[in-house]
């Protein structure tokens, strides 16, 4: 891998691992900066759009107080497109209940001149 490369692949890590901060902190407007207009979310429940996720947010339905990379992710830059993948737990409160998650997530993120914005994610339980 080229030293380019390489720095690609730390800039997307520093993007997640910011985005992750970002959910942590229950912000959002600091979330939606790191979100395309067009994003969702796909996960066992369905899929859900980003003004959804961002309301159960804003509304305080939905906290987070961890969100921690386990392992080494995956990353893959295309150009102006990469896709990061991790296994990713998380606490999280929804309507006041507590749930503790062990997820793989796959995000894909599009450079434009903003930066580097997500504009797809896709969440899976860990089994086993």
Known sequence: MTSGALDLVAEIRAVARGWAEAVVSNDSAR????MADEW????DSGITTRADFLELISSGELTH???DEVGEPLIQVYGDTA?????????AHYQGERFDADEWTTDVFVR????????RSH??????
């Open 31 to 34: 979330v939606a900066g790191f």
């Open 123 to 128: 969440i899976a339980t860990v089994k086993g």
């Open 112 to 119: 434009d001149a903003r930066g580097w914005r997500c504009v």
């Open 40 to 43: 969702v979310i796909v996960s």
């Open 83 to 91: 896709v990061y993948t991790a296994r990713v737990t998380n606490t």
């Open 65 to 67: 107080s961890a969100m």
